[in-house]
């Protein structure tokens, strides 16, 4: 039997975008989803949307993201994390806490991360047991993260190495109806990684990484292909960012944010109305509004 399947984009802090659109499904009550996945920071809107916790992820981009707790350039340069998504993940806990009871009763979370050992994406479904381990793992980018997370016998690095937008694997699990909130502009295009010796040096002793990071781009856009192109007996309807998206992966201006979040907002909004039919809206007006 198909199913209904909502899947998130990673990003960074792109993904004020996603936390926008998920904000106005919580107000619009709108979850007719049978199970859901993210990536990344994906990942961690969706326990807000899960849980009914309007505006939290919104606060955790805005509020710990922008801090120098979270993002520091002179720890990395003393050989620190650039980004510590540990803290990140335990401080908006402590901050703002879930509603346990509600995200393990609700549809099925699942959360991808990339195995250091394979380059390939493990697909988590999230729990009480593995929650943490699962939210650090699906965050931890490589080189801007010194840990490297280890559970269920495996160690992980950011989902959206091997992954990024797991469109394919809602499909391969019956979703035949998938919802996706990208980060980027219908038209984005991931460009190939430059400097692949770099990287290869910076992550030199872990191999199998490195050439996942050269190949991301090819898996990412075939990920485009899919959704832009989808097999017959499946329905996919996106949501993305207008063009001339203000907010960049490492954007901390409070204005920009905001700017971001409202955008995720309207595109939410106009979604949900454009699907009950309250708003019949063109594609020129509405291009998020139609598979």
């Given at each position: 039997m198909s199913s209904k399947a909502l899947v998130v984009e990673g990003g960074a802090m792109?993904?004020?975008?996603?936390?926008?659109?998920?904000?106005?499904?919580l107000e619009q009550e709108h979850n007719p989803f049978d199970f859901v996945m993210g990536v990344s920071a994906g990942a961690s809107n969706m326990l807000g949307y899960l849980t009914g916790a309007h505006g939290r992820s919104y606060k955790v981009i805005t509020e710990l993201a922008t801090s120098g707790e979270f993002f520091n350039p002179?720890?990395?340069?003393?050989?620190?994390?650039?980004?510590?998504?540990?803290?990140?993940?335990?401080?908006s806990m402590q901050r703002y806490p879930?509603?346990?009871?509600?995200?393990?009763?609700?549809?099925p979370f699942f959360a991808a991360a990339t195995n250091i050992n394979t380059g390939e994406a493990d697909y988590f479904r999230v729990s009480q047991d593995n929650l943490a381990d699962v939210i650090e793992a699906t965050t931890a980018l490589p080189i801007a993260y010194k840990r490297t997370p280890c559970f269920s016998g495996g160690c992980y690095a950011d989902g959206g190495v091997a992954d990024s937008i797991p469109v394919k694997e809602?499909?391969?699990r019956g979703a035949r109806d998938i919802t996706?909130?990208?980060?980027?502009?219908?038209?984005?295009?991931?460009?190939k990684l430059k400097?692949?010796?770099?990287?290869?040096k910076l992550l030199k002793e872990n191999s199998t990484i490195a050439e996942a990071l050269q190949g991301r781009a090819d898996r990412y856009n075939q990920s485009l292909d899919f959704i832009r192109n989808p097999p017959r007996d499946a329905t996919i309807r996106v949501i993305a960012p207008p063009e001339g998206f203000p907010v960049r992966r490492l954007t901390r201006?409070?204005?920009?944010?905001?700017t971001g979040y409202q955008m995720g907002l309207d595109e939410g909004f106009a979604h949900v109305m454009n699907l009950r039919g309250i708003e019949h809206l063109s594609p020129e007006e509405c291009p998020a509004c139609y598979a």
């Open positions: 792109r993904g004020i975008f996603a936390a926008g659109v998920l904000d106005a499904f002179a720890r990395f340069a003393r050989g620190g994390n650039l980004m510590d998504v540990k803290w990140l993940s335990e401080t879930l509603d346990f009871d509600r995200l393990f009763t609700s549809v809602a499909y391969r996706v909130v990208l980060s980027e502009p219908l038209s984005y295009s991931m460009p400097n692949n010796w770099f990287i290869k201006k409070r204005k920009l944010l905001d």
